[in-house]
């Protein structure tokens, strides 16, 4: 299915009804829910292109809301399941949304919606054992424990995209020696390169939220299983930085290190100056030290 084009000097994409950008929702936003729907279609297919499609066809969409990504993520020949807690974005997805966009139910790909929980669901009862990626205009709300869910899933996630907090997308795509590195950028880091994309401003949403918005795209590394212990390195990622202002010799005094071990310099540094793979590297030798 190819790309509509415009006519006339407005190049904003439309829907199928011939619909610009800004149009009444069809769909209540939920405040409890964390609902901010986007309603710039000129965003939702940028969002709906930070996905490769390689090596995979399935793809998990996460609070789809009034179906603004969804309906141009129809246009590639893919297998979608888009999950909404919403009821009343799933009763609308089920039955108008496809009434309003036939045309792209036209192609050789399958549309499923779920009605549940992303946080609590199985997720391995949607594709079996097959990869599939995940994007999404994320619940602002639950956003960082989307992405530890899906690090569990990293097996099965080669690719992973879409809308967050701006904060919360550039703490993802932080790089050591940045006040915003933190756990969330280490842990995403060693399984995933992240890109920083572009900043969605608050009024193309409705209702608007109170900060600016930012979409990222992680893409699974071919070594992503790392040569250490990565239980263990995701508690001493966790603890170093729980007191980040402390060195690492300090922060990590409950590990019972050894005296020898403390003398490595890495130990003198905090844990904002360590990039990914020293935190790998530390892992190893605390593992080492513990035998």
Do not use: W
């Not at 009804?17 to 279609?41: C, I, M, R, T």
């Not at 919360?168 to 933190?182: F, L």
């Not at 793979?277 to 530390?282: N, Q, R």
């Amino acid at each position: 299915m190819g790309k509509r084009k415009g006519k006339g000097k407005n190049k904003k994409p439309r829907d199928d009804q011939g619909n610009y950008a800004d149009q009444k929702s069809p769909v209540k936003a939920k405040k409890h829910l964390g609902q901010h729907f986007l309603k710039d279609e000129n965003i939702a297919q940028k969002i709906s292109e930070t996905l490769s499609f390689q090596d995979y066809t399935h793809v998990l969409e996460i609070g789809p809301g009034t179906g603004v990504l969804t309906k141009y993520l129809l246009r590639k020949e893919i297998d979608l399941v888009a999950m909404d807690l919403d009821a009343e974005s799933i009763i609308y997805l089920n039955h108008s949304f496809p009434l309003e966009h036939p045309k792209v139910f036209q192609g050789n790909g399958s549309f499923k919606v779920v009605e549940a929980d992303f946080l609590n669901y199985d997720l391995s009862t949607l594709f079996g054992a097959e990869p599939f990626a995940i994007t999404g205009n994320f619940p602002y709300n639950i956003s960082t424990q989307i992405v530890f869910k899906m690090l569990e899933m990293r097996h099965q996630v080669p690719e992973f995209s879409g809308m967050f907090q701006k904060e919360v997308a550039q703490r993802i795509c932080a790089r050591e020696g940045s006040k915003t590195y933190g756990i969330l950028s280490v842990l995403t880091q060693a399984f995933y390169d992240a890109e920083y994309l572009f900043t969605v401003h608050p009024q193309v949403f409705d209702p608007p939220p109170k900060v600016q918005s930012g979409v990222l795209n992680l893409t699974r590394k071919k070594d992503y299983v790392l040569d250490c212990d990565e239980k263990l390195l995701f508690t001493i990622v966790k603890t170093a930085f729980n007191q980040r202002r402390k060195t690492i010799r300090n922060s990590l005094k409950t590990f019972g290190l050894s005296e020898n071990l403390k003398e490595d310099a890495i130990f003198d540094q905090r844990p904002e100056q360590l990039s990914v793979s020293e935190f790998i590297a530390l892992t190893k030798k605390i593992a080492h030290d513990a035998i």
